[in-house]
């Protein structure tokens, strides 16, 4: 049997992925009897494939661009009461069985690495919706935000998890920690993030899982403020702390005689190895690593990786590649279109910010198998639109790695990352009759 063509490969496991996921209705379907019961126009797997693929475009829109225009198109309030019976989970069911089936395991010197990050997605208004509508006073005008956190793989550049929470009293260490503890990832990984995951409780996390990261240290206050550190300007120390939430005299005794080995944990203070009144120990291992990264400008970070295979210069390369997550949610906003929801609802706002990041793991698992000189790069919004068309089989499977060749942009030389300019707005001109 000949062997498809690799952006076929990719697509062909999207449909897969679809089939795997609807074939376990009531995890799809708010009500498993009735809905999606009857062959319609709009059958669940079109339903799922054209949340995946739409754009930007008004819902009547889209659906004449899939369906083809013609008076037998399904109507927008058709496709509204069609996704209104789609459970949000099963987006998010379908971006984890997708990712499970096409994305490799891409490494760097045989270490995974996987870049921590959250961004704010601002909603349309929608003052009745309790998840995301925020008012910071009672004369103020509402507005809705939620808060997105990802993990990102940045040799495959694609997003691996992903967590949403409302704005109004998020939490980015709980969705780091549900995503570590619930992933399925082995092997060699190494989590890098900034410096707003600092904490003991995360670092424990990563220490029960076996799994390696970079964690950017706060500079004046945290858990650098209370370390033995060389005073210099850069330094590498292996440091160990003991945990404990005691407060006998035996503990309150070591904490005064060792104060930068022993750290007494408050009860509010979430750390879940030891629970609140629980007499035991528990230690942490990691080094202190000091560089500079400008004339006269230092960072810290901490890290559980071995000194002699990697050193300071080494954690600083690494780190710096963190930078590929940020890049990748100015695509997610931008190119791929979660800046532009077509929906107020809770529940349809879940289901599309799941199915733009689907689309963007398929886009990004297509256009970047073709091989790429090192002073050029894809131009990622129209690869994206080619991968769109090619989903919905417009484009030829042989023509597509041909077309985003035709389209790389320059990286300025020097440049470790690609430079994005921002948009130029707009200009008005006034016309004066004579």
């Not at 490969?9 to 089939?19: C, G, M, S």
């Not at 998020?170 to 920690?177: G, T």
Request: hydrophobic share 35%; with cysteine.
């Amino acid at each position: 049997m000949k062997k498809k063509a690799y952006p076929e490969q990719v697509r062909t496991a999207l449909h897969q992925a679809i089939r795997s996921i609807t074939a376990d209705l009531p995890a799809c379907v708010k009500r498993p009897r009735q809905d999606f019961s009857r062959e319609r126009k709009l059958s669940l797997h079109t339903m799922l494939l054209m949340l995946v693929g739409m754009g930007g475009n008004s819902l009547s829109k889209e659906l004449y661009d899939w369906l083809g225009y013609s008076s037998e198109t399904a109507t927008a309030s058709a496709f509204v009461q069609q996704r209104d019976k789609i459970r949000p989970e099963a987006l998010k069911l379908l971006f984890h069985e997708f990712t499970r089936l096409a994305v490799s395991e891409n490494s760097l010197q045989d270490y995974r690495l996987l870049a921590v990050d959250g961004s704010d997605l601002r909603l349309p208004s929608n003052s009745k919706d309790g998840f995301s509508s925020i008012r910071n006073s009672e004369d103020s005008k509402s507005y809705n935000l939620v808060h997105l956190d990802a993990m990102y793989d940045l040799m495959g550049k694609v997003y691996v998890d992903a967590s949403v929470q409302p704005k109004k009293g998020m939490n980015e260490h709980k969705a780091l920690v549900s995503m570590v503890d619930q992933s399925e990832i082995s092997g060699n990984v190494i989590a890098i993030m900034d410096r707003g995951y600092e904490s003991f409780n995360n670092i424990a996390h990563f220490q029960e899982k076996s799994w390696y990261y970079i964690i950017r240290a706060k500079e004046s206050y945290g858990i650098i403020s209370r370390l033995s550190l060389p005073n210099c300007p850069e330094y590498d120390e292996e440091i160990t702390l003991t945990l404990t939430r005691r407060q006998t005299k035996e503990t309150l005794s070591l904490l005064k005689a060792y104060p930068h080995r022993y750290r007494w944990i408050q009860p509010h203070t979430t750390f879940d190895f030891i629970k609140p009144k629980d007499s035991k120990f528990y230690d942490l291992h990691f080094r202190a690593v000091r560089v500079a990264i400008a004339d006269g400008v230092y960072e810290t970070v901490y890290t559980n990786l071995n000194a002699e295979d990697f050193p300071p210069e080494k954690i600083k390369q690494l780190y710096n590649l963190r930078w590929g997550i940020e890049t990748s949610f100015k695509e997610l906003k931008y190119a791929v279109g979660l800046a532009s929801l077509h929906s107020k609802k809770k529940d349809f706002i879940l289901q599309e910010i799941f199915a733009r990041l689907i689309l963007y793991n398929y886009s990004s698992i297509i256009m970047h198998h073709i091989s790429i000189p090192k002073d050029l790069r894809v131009n990622f919004p129209v690869a994206l639109n080619i991968c769109r068309q090619f989903l919905r089989e417009l484009i030829p499977t042989v023509q597509v790695l041909k077309l985003i060749g035709k389209h790389l942009s320059p990286i300025r030389p020097g440049r470790q990352f690609p430079r994005y300019q921002n948009s130029i707005s707009a200009v008005g001109f006034q016309y004066r009759i004579i």
